[in-house]
C-alpha cells in the first residue's frame, strides 16, 4: 500500500461546528504532515509530526488542533473555523522527518466554511 | 522564509516539449523535487534530483539542475493532454528540513 488516503474528500462547515478531518498511510511512514492550500497558491506548511510527537507547529491558530494517536493515523480537529480557514487541506507523509524524504501527499480535503 | 519562483502559465502544443523553469534561493538545497497538482487533486512527486547531479533523465521527464545560477528545469517530452496540471518545484530549507514550494506553474496542453 503506497498511498495516503484523507477523509472527508469535502466539507462544509459553520463557524460554530467541531469537526475532523482524517489522514492515514499504511507504508510504515514515521512522519507525518499537515499543509493548507489555498487556491492558486503553493501548500503551506501547519504541523509535522515525528514518531507520533509534534515537531513543527507554524505558528497556527489554535482553532486547528493537530492529533496523531499511533504511527499510522493523522487527525486535524477544527472549531470556531473562519471564512479565510476555506482552503484544500493536505496531509503527507515521509519515510522520517527530515531533507531527502520523499513527501507523498494525499488527495487532500476541500473545506469551505460558512 | 525562501523565494522559490515559477513562472506562472505555460501554454504548449500536444506532441511538443514543455520547458518548466524554476529559480530557488537556499544554495544548501540538497534535494529538490517536482511535483504535480491536477484540478482538485493532491500533489504527486514526479521526480526529484539531487544537489551533486546536473541532470536526471526518468522516461519523458528530464530535469536540469545549474547550481551555480540556482536554476532548475522540468522538461516533459511528447506532451499530452493527461500533462495538463499545475508543477510544483520545491527545495528542502537546509537550516529547517522543511519543504519549500515554488509559486507554482499552470501547463496547458491544446490539441
Known sequence: DTEVTQTPKHLVMGMTNKKSLKCEQHMGHRAMYWYKQKAKKPPELMFVYSYEKLSINESVPSRFSPECPNSSLLNLHLHALQPEDSALYLCASSQWEGGGNEQFFGPGTRLTVL | GEDVEQSLFLSVREGDSSVINCTYTDSSSTYLYWYKQEPGAGLQLLTYIFSNMDMKQDQRLTVLL?????????????????????????EIDYNTDKLIFGTGTRLQVFP
Open chain 2, 66 to 90: 545549474n547550481k551555480k545560477d540556482k536554476h532548475l528545469s522540468l522538461r516533459i517530452a511528447d506532451t499530452q493532454t493527461g500533462d495538463s496540471a499545475i508543477y510544483f518545484c520545491a
